[in-house]
């Protein structure tokens, strides 16, 4: 007889942990999911379409950083000074 490996015992301890917390959030599901959202009608219809959709994420991860960039460079001038001497971004300016 071959024992079980510790990578086994440790999987099937995940698994089972996995689904006990499935069948405690099912109830909980089961009461939101009707409850309605704009532009999807549920949250039953928003989560299944936030599911799908985020199976593209991993092909858009290289678009992160110039995004980021990008909003910065768009955003960072109307943020107002007062903010960045507060948050010690940026110095204060000398007093004449």
């Not at 009707?34 to 999807?40: A, I, Q």
């Not at 299944?48 to 110039?66: E, H, I, Q, T």
């Not at 955003?75 to 507060?86: E, N, R």
């Amino acid at each position: 007889a071959q024992r079980p490996s510790f990578f086994s015992i440790s999987n099937a301890s995940q698994a089972t942990a996995s689904l006990s917390t499935k069948t405690m959030l099912q109830p909980l599901f089961n009461v939101i999911a009707p409850l309605p959202v704009p532009l999807f009608g549920s949250v039953r219809t928003a989560s299944m379409f936030a599911c799908a959709k985020s199976k593209a994420l991993p092909r858009m991860v290289g678009w992160a950083v110039p995004l980021s960039v990008g909003a910065l460079w768009f955003v960072w001038p109307a943020v107002d000074d007062g903010w960045k001497i507060q948050m010690g971004i940026k110095s204060e300016p000398p007093k004449v």
